[in-house]
């Protein structure tokens, strides 16, 4: 896929991934639409598109509002003419023991990184419908690919956000609509910070390098980008071949896992 000139509608672009996701981008000569909830951080994602020789405006606002996702979906469309690819990246963690986590956390990661990014694409389907050459890029986590305990509602809407790019991938193939899945592993990024995986032996990536694999998985349609270092990539398979292996592994390092994410919360 030519990324150069596309409209890209890119939620949670004030940082981390989304931020490097905006500049990959611009390097390919993109146009963004920058959306988050911080105008201040998402002017500073800008300032760094321009820079980069991309071109963006700043849309701030919820996406769990249904009227902020008609309206985002509009300024795109009055911006740049058009909509070409969305980048559903906004999402919040809540890591812990179910019955210790609270009710509100629960439904915020449902809502935020499940239903809201569903509607948003439901939204922008009729733009995207239009464009000669669209995409839509989900961006879900290992977790998604691994259960693991201690994030069992977060795996749970990145496991749904996967399927849901699966079904709409098959369900848009004749409508010139490409949909892509990408799955981070533990990165270093300011969602991160309260946790530390490293103690439970997970290696963490660069938000770069998740950026420039995304945009590389598109130009080459790929239907899937997956970022494990060899020790979750490992589990991962485990999981598929013997999966009563891996729950014993997974209770070796259960108590370190727990210490590791007792805080870890970005919400």
């Given at each position: 896929?030519?990324?150069?000139?596309?409209s890209?509608?890119?939620?949670?672009?004030?940082?981390?991934?989304?931020?490097?996701i905006?500049?990959?981008?611009?390097?390919q000569?993109?146009?963004?639409v920058?959306?988050?909830?911080?105008?201040?951080?998402?002017?500073?994602?800008?300032a760094?598109?321009?820079?980069?020789?991309?071109?963006?405006?700043?849309?701030?606002?919820?996406?769990?509002d249904?009227?902020?996702?008609?309206?985002?979906?509009?300024?795109?469309?009055?911006?740049?003419?058009?909509?070409?690819?969305?980048?559903?990246?906004a999402?919040?963690?809540?890591?812990?023991?179910?019955?210790?986590?609270?009710?509100?956390?629960?439904?915020?990661?449902?809502?935020?990184?499940?239903?809201?990014?569903?509607?948003?694409?439901?939204?922008?389907?009729?733009?995207?419908?239009?464009?000669?050459?669209?995409?839509?890029?989900?961006?879900?986590?290992?977790?998604?690919l691994?259960?693991?305990?201690?994030?069992?509602?977060?795996?749970?809407?990145?496991?749904?956000?996967?399927?849901?790019?699966?079904?709409?991938?098959?369900?848009?193939?004749?409508?010139?609509?490409?949909?892509?899945?990408?799955?981070?592993?533990?990165?270093?990024?300011?969602?991160?910070?309260?946790?530390?995986?490293?103690?439970?032996?997970?290696s963490?990536?660069?938000?770069?390098?998740v950026?420039e694999?995304?945009?590389?998985?598109l130009?080459?349609?790929?239907?899937?980008?997956?970022?494990?270092?060899?020790?979750?990539?490992?589990m991962?398979?485990?999981?598929?071949?013997?999966?009563?292996?891996?729950?014993?592994?997974i209770?070796?390092?259960?108590?370190?896992?727990?210490?590791a994410?007792?805080?870890?919360?970005?919400?």
């Open positions: 896929m030519e990324l150069s000139n596309k890209i509608l890119l939620t949670g672009a004030s940082g981390g991934i989304g931020r490097e905006a500049l990959a981008f611009a390097r000569g993109g146009k963004l920058l959306a988050g909830r911080s105008q201040e951080a998402l002017e500073e994602t800008r760094g598109v321009e820079q980069a020789g991309g071109e963006a405006i700043v849309f701030a606002g919820d996406v769990n249904a009227g902020w996702r008609k309206s985002v979906v509009e300024k795109a469309i009055q911006t740049y003419g058009g909509l070409d690819i969305l980048v559903n990246n999402g919040v963690v809540s890591a812990g023991w179910l019955e210790k986590m609270s009710e509100d956390d629960v439904n915020a990661q449902l809502q935020t990184n499940l239903v809201a990014p569903i509607l948003l694409t439901r939204a922008a389907l009729p733009a995207l419908q239009k464009s000669p050459k669209a995409a839509i890029v989900n961006i879900s986590s290992i977790f998604g691994l259960g693991m305990p201690f994030y069992s509602i977060y795996g749970t809407t990145k496991a749904g956000i996967a399927h849901f790019g699966e079904a709409m991938r098959r369900e848009l193939a004749d409508q010139g609509i490409h949909v892509m899945t990408v799955y981070p592993g533990a990165t270093d990024t300011p969602m991160m910070e309260n946790a530390d995986l490293g103690k439970a032996g997970f963490y990536d660069t938000p770069q390098g950026a694999a995304l945009v590389e998985g130009k080459a349609d790929q239907l899937s980008v997956v970022r494990a270092d060899d020790d979750s990539q490992a991962i398979d485990t999981n598929q071949e013997n999966p009563r292996k891996l729950d014993a592994k209770q070796e390092m259960k108590p370190k896992l727990e210490e994410v007792a805080q870890h919360r970005s919400m």
